[in-house]
């Protein structure tokens, strides 16, 4: 059992103290960013005491580093998912069991690519991009989606991983500056070229088979 050391708080009560939604609590529960403890049924408990004293020596943004928000996309973006916002999107309609599977997996390839291309530089960050932006042409071809709706499938991960940022940002109470406008500039460079490289691999394919 937890020694009582003082005043004990739940995941929603350390959320309210902190003024941030529980599921960042959650994220920097188990990031390791924030003083937790475990109940013997593996729970999370706050001690007040350790939460008020973290956000007085916190600087919440030096937690937001860029590979750390895009994580957190990720999680944002398979809720999405789960919650069954593609079931409404047209070009998901047109798929079948099996590339539905893989076009689940498209958030992650895009995250994935996202992360290494900020840890890039020069060429190999634009390589990772239009490596996302061939994988994304590739699927859209197999799955027999025409250039527009291949656009479209793009279009749903990529402004799910957006809003997922920016809401997090929200979430965390970063204040808005050149940290955050130079990441957002980073992730647009980023999501532009892998549009550009779908587009040209379209291209590229329907010469081949006009």
Not at 83 to 101: A, F, P, V
């Amino acid at each position: 059992m937890l020694k009582d050391k003082g005043e004990w708080m739940t995941l929603s009560q350390a959320a309210e103290l902190l003024g941030v939604h529980a599921s960042t609590v959650r994220l920097w529960s188990d990031k390791g960013w924030i003083p937790v403890h475990r109940t013997p049924g593996k729970h999370r408990r706050y001690l007040r005491s350790e939460i008020e004293l973290w956000a007085k020596a916190s600087d919440r943004s030096h937690t937001m580093e860029p590979e750390n928000i895009v994580q957190f996309a990720l999680r944002r973006i398979r809720f999405q998912i789960h919650e069954g916002y593609l079931e409404n999107e047209s070009w998901y309609q047109q798929l079948d069991d099996e590339d539905r599977r893989q076009y689940r997996e498209s958030g992650r390839a895009l995250v994935q690519g996202l992360t290494s291309y900020l840890s890039a530089q020069g060429k190999d960050a634009l390589a990772e991009a239009r490596s996302v932006g061939y994988e994304y042409a590739s699927r859209g071809v197999r799955s027999n989606l025409d250039r527009i709706e291949a656009v479209r499938a793009f279009f749903f991960f990529r402004n799910a991983l957006l809003e997922s940022m920016i809401a997090i940002y929200q979430e965390a109470k970063v204040p808005a500056g050149a940290a955050w406008g130079e990441l957002l500039t980073k992730v647009l460079a980023f999501t532009d070229q892998v549009l550009i490289t779908l587009l040209e691999t379209y291209r590229i394919l329907e010469d081949k088979n006009p």
